[in-house]
């Protein structure tokens, strides 16, 4: 039996995480974050689900989202963020 080795996510989407998490929370918005990386890419995409969005637009969740990304992280790491989408649990179901 063959043992994959999982990879740890590098440490600024631990960071970028942990921060989409705590600022979203700090508005009232309890949020999942799943990352991914693009595959053959060094690129990581990231899901924020947040019932909560279903009230916004989603040109306030993408400005939200993304000021809390450049606070976050620095010019360089933000470049290794290919998307981040923000959906409610509602809209990836009907996927």
Do not use: G
């Not at 921060?19 to 995409?45: C, G, H, M």
């Not at 290794?80 to 409610?88: D, E």
Request: aromatic share 6%; net charge positive.
């Amino acid at each position: 039996m063959s043992k994959t080795k999982v990879k740890a996510p590098p440490p600024f989407l631990v960071r970028l995480k942990t921060a989409l998490i705590r600022a979203l929370a700090a508005n009232d918005i309890s949020a999942k974050v799943r990352t991914e990386r693009v595959p053959t890419t060094k690129l990581y995409r990231v899901a924020v689900l947040a019932p909560k969005f279903k009230e916004m637009k989603h040109s306030e969740r993408q400005n939200l989202v993304w000021r809390i990304a450049e606070r976050a992280l620095s010019p360089e790491e933000l470049l290794r963020v290919s998307m981040i989408f923000t959906l409610t649990p509602d809209e990836v179901k009907e996927r």
